[in-house]
T-cell receptor, first 115, second 112 residues
Framework: NAGVMQNPRHLVRRRGQEARLRCSPM?????VYWYRQLPEEGLKFMVY????????ESGMPKERFSAEFPKEGPSILRIQQVVRGDSAAYFC?????????????FGNGTRLTVT | GNSVTQMEGPVTLSEEAFLTINCTYT??????LFWYVQYPGEGLQLLLK?????DKGSNKGFEATYRKETTSFHLEKGSVQVSDSAVYFC???????????FGQGTRLTINP
């Protein structure tokens, strides 16, 4: 059973370009979470999605960032007009159900570098 | 709001030493508490968890006890190995929720 798959592993973008990060949850998981990890810091929650619905986006910056989890295909985190401060590791996690009894499984992350 | 404070690192120990990484939290209600481990270049893996006061989570020789009176969840291991070198994150979720709130992480290096 494959784990949470994120791609690409590394992404380099110039300032002003768009970054698209993909996450395929574990098989049978319908809940997806995105977290951002700045260098030498802990992970910060960004957004929680179920299929076709955004449940909690309280951690998402108001501008330039968007996320989706369509009925078919991976979840996408999209960053428009990237700036240097967007450089970070972005982790996706998935779970089978909502609630603390259903553990989160994390992917290996996408490391975004903005030059 | 909810928050997690971890012992600052980095922590460097010799193999077979005793390990403690302190973690305290601030939360409303009755959060669930977790320790995650991150090996270089990888995502986070759940190490152990506790869902109510006085519960002890344990895995791979690591232990942590949910102490409501001191709002703590310190991670311990009696004899560390070189392979334990990683970054350790303490985290909580609010009661009934799934969103994790993480501490800043503690980098642990074990020397042979």
């Amino acid at each position: 059973n494959a784990g949470v798959m994120q791609n690409p592993r590394h992404l380099v973008r110039r300032r002003g370009q768009e970054a698209r990060l993909r996450c395929s949850p574990m098989k049978g998981h319908s809940h997806v979470y995105w977290y951002r990890q700045l260098p030498e810091e802990g992970l910060k929650f960004m957004v929680y999605l179920q299929k076709e619905n955004i449940i909690d986006e309280s951690g998402m910056p108001k501008e330039r960032f968007s996320a989706e989890f369509p009925k078919e295909g991976p979840s996408i985190l999209r960053i428009q007009q990237v700036v240097r401060g967007d450089s970070a590791a972005y982790f996706c996690a998935s779970s089978e159900e909502r609630g603390h009894n259903s553990p989160l499984h994390f992917g290996n992350g996408t490391r975004l570098t903005v030059t | 709001g909810n928050s997690v404070t971890q012992m600052e690192g980095p922590v460097t120990l010799s193999e077979e030493a005793f390990l403690t990484i302190n973690c305290t939290y601030t939360a409303t209600g009755y959060p669930s508490l977790f320790w995650y481990v991150q090996y270089p270049g990888e995502g986070l893996q759940l190490l152990l968890k506790a869902t109510k006061a006085d519960d002890k989570g344990s895995n791979k020789g690591f232990e942590a006890t949910y102490r409501k009176e001191t709002t703590s969840f310190h991670l311990e291991k009696g004899s560390v190995q070189v392979s334990d070198s990683a970054v350790y994150f303490c985290a909580l979720t609010e009661q009934g929720a799934q969103k994790l709130v993480f501490g800043q992480g503690t980098r642990l290096t074990i020397n042979p």
